[in-house]
């Protein structure tokens, strides 16, 4: 399920897999970091697709945090700004 945001928000996206197991191992891996993600399955044309969300963060100095925190175990993530 995806959650509604509101304008101006911000998301980080860890990953996307075809793969229920991947998603959730990317995770739990999160979890380990001390920050919280989330799977949210879509619907794609090349088919289902898991992707691993954290947030919403409402300043970019949040979301900069957490990439940042991500980034520094290996972890790289996609930043997306809710319109």
């Keep these: 399920m995806i959650r509604k945001l509101k304008s101006g928000q911000y998301?980080?996206?860890?990953?996307?897999f075809r793969s229920t197991k991947q998603?959730?191992?990317?995770?739990?891996?999160?979890?380990?970091?001390?920050l919280v993600g989330r799977v949210e399955?879509?619907?794609?044309?090349?088919?289902e697709?898991?992707?691993?969300?954290?947030?919403?963060?409402?300043?970019?100095?949040?979301l900069e945090a957490a990439k940042e925190k991500l980034?520094?175990?290996g972890l790289p993530a996609v930043a997306?700004?809710?319109?």
Excluded: C, F, N, W
């Design 80 to 83: 997306i700004r809710v319109k």
């Design 11 to 16: 998301l980080l996206q860890a990953g996307a």
């Design 23 to 34: 998603a959730d191992d990317l995770k739990a891996r999160i979890a380990m970091l001390g």
């Design 41 to 47: 399955t879509v619907q794609t044309p090349a088919g």
């Design 71 to 73: 980034g520094g175990s």
């Design 49 to 62: 697709m898991h992707r691993v969300r954290l947030g919403p963060y409402t300043t970019a100095s949040e």
